[in-house]
């Protein structure tokens, strides 16, 4: 074969490859790239010569990384900002949901439809790892509903190990695979660079489940000892999110009774015990911090869910619109995760309409429509901190750093749970913002700010990225934030739905 045969076939297996993980048929992107089902094929077959351009052209439909011209480095953002937003726009459905139920799938041995998933590169990691092991996954349409089929048996010594290690929630397929397998092999968890975060108090949730693990070089290494059962309720060291989703994916195939004590009664915990039900699952207790679960031996069922939607994108949303001084309407907002926000940010001065509430998809989750009105915000009196639920959300308290730069007065935001994430937020210092680092969980802002633009690399923690683009939106002239891949994980194309406000972004990548 020759060398320019050999590049041929190596692009036609990623365009095949990424056609694959876009759910489309060769007639569909033949469709969408005004060309013929026959000329795609030969592409897939490096049958066939290819401009740069018809590259691009690929790239751009397939949302792929690696298909299009100048796509092998990261993606930026170029934002001319002192714009004034309006309109309305959907809160889309959780992140933090999505990615545990892609985890509970694997509980599953018949067909899972999961009604529109978030289409985010923390989704993807995860796709990319179910399939390395044998599941079968498909997009079915544009409202991102995903099929997964889940074989007999898992090929979990193929696990890819690179997706696996870019997303911290791959730690949440301890629960479901102690189910699969009496030994098995997980590679490190990734994500966000949030400082040191221990997986003991998942090994405290897993172990009365008869789950050892022991950390070798680059992997944890887990065994099961089948005959093992909770002889007590379980007491969770830390009332976390993915710990208690843990607990209930090792307790859903165990016929006794499992009770959970200090559990998050979070809003991706929530939808995780709601799909759980479908399965067959009792569960009582949800939105409580005791769980009772009674499990089913076998799980063999065709389920069709609908996560409920984000708070924490709805929170950024609102955000967007306070230190843009615009009035919009967020619409599907999930009211019963945003009170105390809303509650702070009310006391701050925030004005804004709530409609009348209205249920999700799911059935369960309280959702009401936001619209914002420009306000004078002065700073609060006391500090600004998260609590576990019903209290302000960790993820949302990075978006108070931007809020409190555009009030008058000094406003002192405590993230106990981080001891890297404060610090990143005085990143607001390069856009004009007055942000003192206390000690690395708590920042001291004083507002209000003059924004201007400025050139920044993204911060390497989603929710402050965040909140740097959301400056940008804010301040006069032009801004660059660089290497944006954190921001694609946890948000589905946020600079495009931006624009759509009003907003003026432009995605481009160095060539």
Known sequence: MTTTEDYRSRIGSLIRDARQHAGLTQSELATE?????????????????????????????????????????????????????????????????GVALLCASLLNRGTTVLRRVARIEEVNRLLEVLTSIGVRTRWLNEDNDLEIVVPEQLDLEAIDADAARRTRSIIMFMGPLMHRAEQFQLPYAGGCDLGTRTVEPHMTALRPFGLQVVATEGHYQATLDPGTSPAKPIVLTERGDTVTENALLAAARRETETIIRNASPNYMVQDLCFFLEKLGVQIDGIGTTTLRVRGVAEISTDVDYAPSEDPIEAMSLIAAAIVTSSEITVRRV?????????????????????????????????????????????????????????????????????????????????????ENRAIYLTDLTKLGGRVQLMDPHRVLIEGPTRWSGAELVCPPALRPAVVILLAMLAAKGTSVLRNVYVINRGYEDLAERLNALGAKITTFRDI
Request: proline share 5%; charged share 20%; aromatic share 6%.
């Open 33 to 97: 790239l005004a060309t013929s089902q026959s000329a795609v094929h030969r592409m897939e077959q490096g049958q066939q010569n290819m401009t740069l351009d018809t590259l691009a052209k690929i790239g751009r439909v397939l949302d792929s990384g690696f298909v299009g011209i100048g796509t092998s480095g990261p993606t930026h953002l170029r934002v001319e900002g002192g714009r004034t937003l309006s309109g309305a726009i959907d809160v889309k459905t959780s992140k933090n949901a």
């Open 334 to 418: 999930p009211i019963e995760f945003m009170e105390i926000e809303l509650a702070v940010l009310e006391d701050m001065g925030f004005r804004y309409d709530r409609s009348e509430e209205y249920l999700a998809a799911n059935g369960r989750t309280r959702l009401v429509d936001i619209t914002t009105h420009p306000s004078e915000l002065t700073a609060p009196i006391d500090k600004i901190h998260p609590m576990p639920f019903p209290g302000l959300n960790i993820d949302n308290l990075p978006f108070f750093a931007v809020i409190a730069a555009t009030a008058q007065g000094r406003t002192q935001l405590h993230d106990w749970v981080y």
